[in-house]
């Protein structure tokens, strides 16, 4: 199995976590190759792209709240959002499903980059955001208040519960928050609030990423093969021919079969190649 195999069934195989993992990836790649200035030594993401805080500019543009999500203004903040993604996304994962984890992850960001453009409004600055922290959030905080007490192994720490990591890193933000990047940071808190609200309502029974579990089972059911109805040929007096195609066919596959046990005797398992080991592993059925 080479690399491309390797990834092909991690990503198939790794749940709605790997997916949003390997997606936050191929962006970051398209961006590398589209939207990196080498002369100014940093990413320019048009603002089709990237969440405005001008008002009109979002009306224009609704979509960013959503794409700001999955695009990065560096490595080193991309692979500390997957990481933190990975952990949250891991713990969300052991009560929910992955459906709730991608609408979470989708209407979290969104809450956290309208939380962005309303605090413009109010001080008075404009800019452009990326990254999917707001989101990471939200699936980070919604953990958090359905198992606070959870306990977690920290190297070099030793065990916390998962509201200790939760605060800590909502700590980090208000710290930050008046020192660079205020409206990201304030972000940040929206996706947490968000995070916060989406356990509430679930608790008392409302789930608000029911249309996007809706959403993936239609996509799901279109993507997967139908079942044809299998058809049906008359034929006309060969059945002569196919009982002796039939017969060729098992007298040729119990030869070979014949031939294989008969080098196991000889040369023992070990010698056979990997085909005739798939061959009798599948003859053996």
């Known amino acids: 199995m080479n690399i491309l195999d390797d990834l092909k069934l991690q990503y198939k195989t790794g749940g709605m976590v790997q997916k949003l993992i390997f997606w936050n990836i191929g962006f970051f790649l398209f961006s590398l190759v589209f939207f990196y ?6 990413f320019q993401i048009p603002t089709w792209i990237a969440l405005s ?3 009109g500019m979002l009306i224009r543009t609704p979509w960013t709240l959503i794409t700001f999500n999955f695009f990065h203004g560096g490595f080193l903040h991309l692979i500390f959002n997957l990481m933190v993604l990975h952990f949250s996304g891991r713990l969300f994962s052991t009560y929910f499903t992955d459906k709730q984890l991608f609408g979470v992850y989708v209407l979290g960001g969104i809450f956290s980059g309208i939380t962005f453009v309303l605090s413009y409004i109010f001080i008075g600055k404009a ?10 959030m939200a699936i980070l905080i919604a953990t958090a208040t359905y198992a606070p007490f959870m306990l977690l192994r920290i190297p070099l720490i030793g065990i916390v519960k998962l ?18 990047n205020t409206g990201g940071h304030l972000a940040h808190l929206g996706g947490a609030l968000f995070g916060f609200i989406y356990i509430k309502l679930l608790q008392s029974g409302t789930d608000l990423t029911k249309p ?3 959403f993936l089972n239609a996509i799901e059911n279109l993507f997967q093969p139908k079942k044809k109805t299998p058809f049906k040929k008359v034929h006309r007096n060969t059945m002569k021919n196919v009982v002796n195609s039939s017969e060729s066919k098992k007298d040729f596959t119990q030869k070979q079969i014949d031939d294989i046990l008969d080098k196991i005797s000889k040369s023992g398992y070990d010698s056979l190649t990997k085909e005739e080991k798939e061959f009798l592993f599948k003859a053996g059925k």
């Open 163 to 180: 509201w200790h990591v939760a605060f800590v890193i909502l700590l980090v933000d208000l710290i930050q928050m008046p020192l660079d």
């Open 53 to 55: 805080s001008d008002l």
């Open 37 to 42: 200035s080498f002369s100014a030594g940093k």
């Open 127 to 136: 800019g452009l955001l990326v990254g999917a922290s707001g989101a990471i």
């Open 212 to 214: 996007f579990s809706m």
